[in-house]
């Protein structure tokens, strides 16, 4: 196994434990939670293969299930994110094209990109999730509510952790 699939591995169950270990308790009032997990499918290699991209996005999402009690919910969301990725990474290709071998990066691509890149993939993820969570479409507000709320703390989460990464490497 390679140098970056032995980091990738360490990542996962990185992800994994600060999720299901300081994350699940953080909820801001009552309708707005943190999925860093998402992160992990997001920031995996551009040319990672979409059929292991998507066995990785069901093996993390169906471990977040195991300990949120939610029956798959967390594994149908993340393996959707983990199928559109791709699809979204090739109709926002910059102008020169990606790196070989580097990941969508807030270091590598900018903010402005990053935020393009993951803003609607995160929203995707919490809209699958809450939507399905509820049932249906008979609180749609207040799912919105949850949707939008959670779509700002994770992301603002995920930039801040961007930004120490950049940081430690430089």
């Excluded at 071998?101 to 919490?126: I, R």
Aim: one cysteine or more; glycine letters at 8%.
């Amino acid at each position: 196994m390679s140098r970056n699939g032995i980091l990738q591995f360490i990542y996962f169950f990185a992800y994994l434990l600060l999720q299901v270990m300081v994350l699940k308790k953080l909820v801001l009032f009552d309708t707005s939670f943190c999925f860093l997990y998402v992160a992990f499918i997001l920031l995996l290699p551009i040319e990672t293969n979409n059929l292991l991209l998507m066995m990785a996005a069901f093996l993390l999402g169906f471990c977040v299930d195991i300990f949120y009690d939610s029956l798959g919910i967390h594994a149908l969301a993340l393996v959707v994110v983990a199928y559109v990725r791709n699809y979204w990474l090739s109709s926002i290709t910059p102008q020169g094209g990606y790196d070989a071998g580097e990941g969508p990066t807030l270091a590598v691509n900018g903010v402005q990109w990053f935020l393009v890149y993951t803003m609607p993939l995160v929203f995707l993820h919490h809209l699958i999730l809450f939507f399905v969570e509820a049932g249906g479409f008979s609180m749609f507000w207040f799912t919105m509510l949850k949707v939008i709320g959670s779509l700002f703390f994770t992301m603002t989460v995920m930039v801040l952790l961007q930004y120490f990464a950049s940081g430690r490497r430089r």
